[in-house]
Nanobody, 123 residues
Framework: QVQLVESGGGLVQAGDSLRLSCAASGRTFNRYTMGWFRQAPGKEREFVAAINWRGGASYYADSVKGRFTISGDNAKNTLYLQMSSLKPEDTAVYYC????????????????WGQGTQVTVSS
């Protein structure tokens, strides 16, 4: 079992930066692919970014490429999402997830989820 707890969300203005954290506990952190997803009201959950802990490869949705950076601290079992140049369309609940599938952009391939943290970007 893996437990995930997100933090760091909040209300910011367009153009601001924010860093989300996801603290993981349970099984060895580096066995999993870790991802960030988001869900806006009335919309489906969508892929934001993922990192393969073993190989170090990272993946991003086109909508956040160049603005968001996913990283992690294996010693702290913590995943991060650094968000810059935030836009109102980035407003959503952001979820951290862990899984073992190679299909990193698909939410259904992840086995464990956090409770989410709200990010609101005002214009």
């Amino acid at each position: 079992q893996v437990q995930l707890v997100e933090s760091g969300g909040g209300l910011v203005q367009a153009g601001d930066s924010l860093r989300l954290s996801c603290a993981a506990s349970g099984r060895t952190f580096n066995r999993y692919t870790m991802g960030w997803f988001r869900q806006a009201p009335g919309k489906e959950r969508e892929f934001v970014a993922a990192i393969n802990w073993r190989g170090g490869a990272s993946y991003y949705a086109d909508s956040v490429k160049g603005r968001f950076t996913i990283s992690g601290d294996n010693a702290k079992n913590t995943l991060y999402l650094q968000m810059s140049s935030l836009k109102p369309e980035d407003t959503a609940v952001y979820y951290c997830a862990a899984g073992t599938s190679t299909m990193v952009t698909m939410a259904r391939e992840y086995d464990y989820w956090g409770q989410g943290t709200q990010v609101t970007v005002s214009s």
